[in-house]
């Protein structure tokens, strides 16, 4: 099979560190399959952290990548297997790592689990698995499910705009309080439930806030008064508009009969 055109390199998840070796269409077009290879002369191991140029063997994985022009794709990547020469070193063989490409031991390449998870948290499980079905990206619900529980980390750290919100657990039965950093749009952290004391205690572990965004109720007033003394707190937005809409109503209603008189005289 001739060499595929080099800006089909583009193809691959990260072609800083992959060569492409082939595309082929299978089953009438409607899959690819990419055969590729991790390059460079270098890889360090995971025990030592000491660089190794001794090749000692290879082996190939298989991935599952974004589709391509409506087609799923596979990925038959090429891995190398190097001899660590450090003499102290418990670890005789190591793998090269591509965390750019998947992680150790994955089935799918990272920007597709990515993909995967992102879809999962607008869809959930089940209405996620239809629609990655129909974008070729078939997966089962179970691991859109898995893809949510291992998503990024949370730094857990304080904030100067700081937005404090209840959420539903279990609606009516248990709320719990989200805190979000406010300049960078990201969760920081979640409360076991939703009271000024826990509230209180979380800022005071956790100094700086100079604004605390929160609703109306007193238990959110309550507990950033007593954690931040010295934070000015602001109504949200949502309930800055809940207040607006609520001083229409009344005036409209108070205006009733005027109203009446204008629009039907």
């Known amino acids: ?9 583009a193809l691959l998840p990260d072609p800083s560190c992959l060569k492409l070796n082939s595309v082929e269409h299978q089953d009438g077009g409607g899959r690819v399959l990419i055969a590729a290879a991790a390059f460079g002369s270098v890889a360090y191991c995971p025990a030592c952290h000491h660089a190794s140029h001794s090749l000692h063997s ?3 994985r298989a991935l599952h990548d974004l589709p391509w022009q409506g087609s799923t794709v596979g990925l038959r990547l090429d891995v190398r297997r190097f001899r660590c020469r450090t003499h102290d070193c418990p670890r ?8 750019a490409v998947s992680p150790k ?13 992102l879809i999962g948290y607008v869809l959930g499980g089940e209405a996620g698995a239809r629609l990655l079905m129909r974008l070729g990206m078939a997966t089962s619900s179970d ?14 750290r304080g904030a100067r705009a700081l937005g404090v919100d209840d959420w539903a657990w279990r609606k009516g039965q248990r709320y719990e309080t989200i805190l979000v950093d406010l300049e960078t ?8 439930d939703r009271s000024a004391d826990s509230l209180a205690a979380w800022l005071q ?3 700086g806030a100079e604004v605390v965004s929160r609703d109306r109720g007193g238990i959110y007033a309550d507990g ?12 949200d937005r949502f309930h800055l508009h809940c207040n607006l809409t609520s001083a229409v109503e009344r005036v409209l209603e108070q205006k009733r009969s005027a109203l009446r008189k204008q629009l039907c005289p």
């Not at 099979?1 to 390199?9: E, F, G, I, L």
């Not at 005789?92 to 965390?99: I, K, N, Q, R, S």
């Not at 691991?143 to 990024?152: D, E, I, M």
């Open 224 to 235: 950033a008064t007593r954690g931040a003394p010295q934070a000015v707190q602001v109504a």
């Open 143 to 156: 691991t859109v499910l898995r893809r949510l529980k291992v998503g990024p980390s949370i730094e857990i």
């Open 92 to 99: 005789v063989t190591f793998a090269e790592t591509l965390p």
């Open 205 to 207: 572990l956790h100094p």
């Open 185 to 192: 749009h990201t969760p920081i952290d979640l409360l076991p």
């Open 1 to 9: 099979m001739a060499s595929p055109p080099s800006h089909v390199q």
């Open 105 to 117: 031991y994955g089935r799918q390449t990272s920007r597709l689990s990515e993909t995967v998870r």
């Open 58 to 60: 290879r082996y190939s």
